[in-house]
């Protein structure tokens, strides 16, 4: 099976940057995507990763390494509305999702 | 109205019950896709379907059926609830470009 792994919880600062890491096996690999979920709510897309690099969608940014099996999502200024999980999943061949557990982001004034 | 939707939105029922979480699409999506999501599991994909009568298992299938009769909907039974099963469950529905848009949720308490 896949294995992903990302940060249980991180804290920081409104008007800051933060950093969600995420990491994957790479056989089978399809594509990364980063979702967003607020406590009670359905988790909603902010970016799909298919080749190397950084993607850059306002103050969300996603960059993926495919040889390093690596991820991340950037995070700038931050607001309080932030606060959410984010999750990290691969496309697997199935075309089903294959989630990591979740970084739990609080955003503090 | 479009999108992706899931009833009942809440569930308690009891231990040994058939109970049935309904799904419904309206993009004409292919794939559907039933999770569950429980805390320090995240999402685990129970079921999914790649058209109208094609259904397969997913990680955490057992205790679990579903049909597709048609393309927008895709119905998730618990043939004999269990505790184990109180969860939220999320389906979701896949477009073209791989992305996967998640219904609302149903939240059910096996007692």
């Known amino acids: 099976g896949q294995n992903i792994d990302q940060p249980t919880e991180m804290t920081a600062t409104e008007g800051a940057i933060v950093q969600i890491n995420c990491t994957y096996q790479t056989s089978g690999f399809n594509g990364l995507f980063w979702y967003q979920q607020h406590a009670g709510e359905a988790p909603t897309f902010l970016s799909y990763?298919?080749?190397?690099g950084l993607e850059e969608k306002g103050r969300f940014s996603s960059f993926l390494s495919r040889s390093k099996g690596y991820s991340y999502l950037l995070l700038k200024e931050l607001q309080m509305k932030d606060s959410a999980s984010y999750l990290c999943?691969?496309?697997?061949?199935?075309?089903?999702?294959?989630f990591g557990s979740g970084t739990r982001l609080q955003v503090q004034p | 109205d479009a999108g992706i939707t899931q009833s009942p939105r809440y569930k308690i029922t009891e231990t040994g019950r058939q109970v049935t979480l309904m799904c419904h699409q309206t993009w004409s999506h292919s794939y559907m896709f039933w999770y569950r999501q429980d805390l320090g599991h995240g999402l685990r994909l129970i079921y999914y379907s790649a058209a109208a009568d094609i259904t397969d298992k997913g990680e955490v299938p057992d205790g679990y059926v579903v049909s597709r009769s048609k393309t927008e909907n895709f119905p998730l039974t618990l043939e004999s609830a269990t505790r184990s099963q109180t969860s939220v469950y999320f389906c979701?529905?896949?477009?073209?470009?791989?992305?996967?848009?998640f219904g609302p949720g149903t939240r059910l308490t096996v007692t």
């Open positions: 990763n298919v080749l190397d």
């Open positions: 979701a529905s896949r477009d073209r470009a791989d992305e996967q848009y």
């Open positions: 999943a691969d496309n697997t061949g199935r075309r089903a999702l294959t």
